[in-house]
């Protein structure tokens, strides 16, 4: 819509959503391009908004419903070996587009880059050091209702995150066994032969 159809339909003076727009526009939630106008041959350009890719996800979305659909559907036609292969899969996929990123780096350099594991700037994943060791603490999982559902669904960030760092990696701590944070243990004394790794599930929960 342009400004006036706006103004219109919600109701308010055109200046008022003209200002609301600008701030609209500059926080990344609508864009503005310019409409043809073959009517008039002078005057100002009319631009209409609509929602970005950013803005669209403020409105109700199914996705979680959707993807617990498709795996209790690939579970019970498939069985569970194609799932892991399945799950597997999105690993070595997840692994190939970080290496080039973790080439040459220390660990902690790595950890570092890791906190972006699920979103760019994630302000919510924090690497953890204390005297026992090091953790990837996760405070938010955006995956949390499927996972909740599909533990095997969290194999994927074990085994993405222990490939990159080189070492052996546990998740400690569970959203699904009522803890407040997903915290992945780096054990750094504990090197993987990444040349005859493959993906596995982890074990259940004690």
């Given at each position: 819509m342009t400004i006036a159809e706006l103004a219109e339909r919600v109701g308010v003076t055109y200046e008022a959503t003209r200002q609301q727009v600008v701030q609209m526009e500059r926080e990344g939630w609508i864009t503005g391009k310019i409409r043809r106008n073959t009517t008039r041959s002078a005057g100002r350009p009319i631009s209409q908004y609509s929602l970005t890719s950013l803005g669209d996800h403020l409105f109700p979305k199914g996705y979680d419903r959707l993807a617990i659909t498709l795996i209790d559907t690939a579970a019970e036609t498939l069985g569970m070996d194609a799932v892991r292969r399945m799950l597997a899969a999105v690993t070595t996929e997840q692994v190939r587009a970080w290496e080039p990123l973790m080439r040459g780096k220390s660990i902690d350099e790595r950890l570092a880059l890791l906190r972006n594991l699920y979103t760019e700037g994630d302000p919510f994943m924090e690497v953890e050091h204390?005297?026992?060791?090091?953790?990837?603490?996760?405070?938010?999982?955006?995956?949390?209702?499927?996972?909740?559902?599909?533990?095997?669904?969290?194999?994927?960030?074990?085994?993405?995150?222990?490939?990159?760092?080189?070492?052996?990696?546990?998740?400690?701590?569970?959203?699904?066994?009522?803890?407040?944070?997903?915290?992945?243990?780096?054990?750094?004394?504990?090197?993987?032969?990444?040349?005859?790794?493959?993906?596995?599930?982890?074990?259940?929960?004690?």
């Amino acid at each position: 819509m342009t400004i006036a159809e706006l103004a219109e339909r919600v109701g308010v003076t055109y200046e008022a959503t003209r200002q609301q727009v600008v701030q609209m526009e500059r926080e990344g939630w609508i864009t503005g391009k310019i409409r043809r106008n073959t009517t008039r041959s002078a005057g100002r350009p009319i631009s209409q908004y609509s929602l970005t890719s950013l803005g669209d996800h403020l409105f109700p979305k199914g996705y979680d419903r959707l993807a617990i659909t498709l795996i209790d559907t690939a579970a019970e036609t498939l069985g569970m070996d194609a799932v892991r292969r399945m799950l597997a899969a999105v690993t070595t996929e997840q692994v190939r587009a970080w290496e080039p990123l973790m080439r040459g780096k220390s660990i902690d350099e790595r950890l570092a880059l890791l906190r972006n594991l699920y979103t760019e700037g994630d302000p919510f994943m924090e690497v953890e050091h204390t005297a026992e060791g090091t953790r990837l603490i996760e405070r938010n999982c955006p995956y949390l209702n499927v996972a909740m559902r599909h533990p095997a669904l969290c194999s994927i960030s074990v085994s993405v995150v222990s490939q990159l760092l080189g070492v052996k990696v546990l998740r400690e701590e569970r959203f699904q066994s009522g803890d407040q944070c997903c915290a992945f243990r780096v054990l750094a004394d504990q090197p993987i032969d990444l040349s005859s790794y493959h993906f596995d599930l982890e074990p259940a929960a004690a």
